[in-house]
């Protein structure tokens, strides 16, 4: 069975505190991992794909990697506004798509 | 705005009563989906559909749930008898898939149901 394991649960940083948010999967045929931020009170917002290992995507002071296990968001230099709730996804050869519990990120000024 | 819009933002209902929510995707996407989330939790599958055909159930759909897309444009979610259990961020969410790529989901701001 598919699996998205993400952590830490929580973050809490300091303004221009970086660092880095974990996702774990195991998954049939891999057809994709997603991040999504969401804010309370609204759905999931799309921020980057990822399809193979060795794979990159960089996003204002976002970036995502992935690995043939695992995936990481780093947040570089976060601001107040990063604070969120980072969801990630994967998708597999059936095209079923499976969240992970997310990270809270809480960024004080 | 183009976006996916769900109505109502906030339903709070007494355990027993029927609900239904509304979801309007983006007019171009073809496929729809419905989520549900509860706190703490990322957004679980229930259903989805590919303009109106309803292709996909999750088990978590029990038979109380029921999910229509006339015409394949605006989809409703309905639950019947609803639960305490039930209370949830229900969300949508509408794509278009094309040739091999890995479908990019948009969401809406969901629906909030509370039970009591």
């Known amino acids: 069975e598919d699996q998205v394991t993400q952590s830490p649960e929580a973050l809490r940083l300091q303004e221009g505190e970086s660092s880095s948010l974990n996702c774990s999967y195991t998954v049939s045929g891999l057809r994709g991992l997603f991040w999504y931020r969401q804010d309370p009170g609204k759905g999931p917002e799309f921020l980057f794909t990822?399809?193979?290992a060795g794979e990159e995507k960089e996003k204002e002071r976002l970036k995502a990697t992935l690995t043939k296990k695992e995936s990481f968001l780093h947040i570089t230099a976060p601001k107040p506004e990063d604070s969120a709730t980072y969801l990630c996804?994967?998708?597999?050869?059936?095209?079923?798509?499976?969240f992970g519990a997310g990270t809270q990120v809480v960024v004080t000024p | 705005d183009t976006g996916v819009s769900q109505d109502p933002r906030h339903k709070i209902t007494k355990r027993g009563q029927n609900v239904t929510f509304r979801c309007d995707p983006i007019s171009e996407h073809n496929r729809l989906y419905w989520y549900r989330q509860t706190l703490g939790q990322g957004p679980e599958f229930l259903t989805y559909f590919q303009n109106e055909a309803q292709l996909e159930k999750s088990r978590l759909l029990s038979d109380r749930f029921s999910a229509e897309r006339p015409k394949g444009s605006f989809s409703t979610l309905e639950i019947q008898r609803t639960e305490q259990g039930d209370s949830a961020m229900y969300l949508c969410?509408?794509?278009?898939?094309?040739?091999?790529?890995?479908?990019?989901?948009?969401f809406g701001s969901g629906t909030q149901l509370s039970v009591l």
């Open positions: 990822l399809y193979s």
């Open positions: 969410a509408s794509s278009s898939k094309s040739g091999d790529s890995a479908e990019k989901l948009f």
């Open positions: 996804a994967v998708r597999n050869s059936w095209g079923k798509l499976q």
